[in-house]
């Protein structure tokens, strides 16, 4: 079973889950954004961490981004596969000592990016959907590139050690 994580603030702004959800009918939804605490985990094949209109630096207005860093750091250690898409590319190279700035630019359109050759990207093609305005400025520790796109040096990253992939 996958857990999906919903990061969502604002239901107005709710999609990325709802399609997951459609695309994995087997898979379970934990909202972070409402309940925070820990989502038991014990039994997940892997987690995906979704995106949010909050910024990971917001930790002040959002006291469950902080739970989730360190949820993030008990998945590498427990070593449960992890996808993190959007907010949970940029959470997840947080949690690890990465930076993350708001950029001022709101990227809502077709992008070409280079994807590294790994087996996340196996299928998909050169042009991606992307919405955003922030952006991961520094991996995390043990993360690496595998994703470029010309505005955008750290697009997708993958941990060396751990089966973590944004």
């Known amino acids: 079973m996958i857990l999906v ?4 603030v604002d239901l107005d702004e709710r999609y990325l ?15 972070y954004a409402r ?35 360190n949820l993030i750091q008990e998945l590498i250690e427990r070593r449960v596969p992890t996808l993190g898409i959007c907010f949970g590319h940029q959470i997840i190279n947080d949690a690890l000592g990465g930076s993350v700035e708001h950029t001022g630019e709101r990227h ?6 280079e994807l590294g050759d790994d087996p996340l990207f196996e299928g998909v093609g050169d ?14 520790d ?6 470029e796109a010309e505005y955008y040096d750290a697009f997708a990253t993958r941990h060396r050690d751990a089966p973590v992939w944004t």
């Open 17 to 31: 889950v709802d399609e997951m959800r459609r695309h994995l009918p087997e898979s379970e939804v934990y909202d």
């Open 5 to 8: 994580l919903e990061n969502e």
């Open 142 to 147: 043990r993360m690496e590139v595998i994703g």
């Open 35 to 69: 309940e925070g605490g820990r989502p038991d985990f014990s039994e997940v094949d892997g987690v995906i961490l979704g995106g949010s209109t909050a910024g990971v630096y917001e930790e002040e207005m959002y006291r469950w981004i902080e739970e989730q860093k």
């Open 127 to 140: 042009v991606v959907p992307v919405l955003h305005s922030d952006r991961v400025t520094e991996t995390g």
């Open 108 to 113: 809502a359109n077709l992008v070409r990016a």
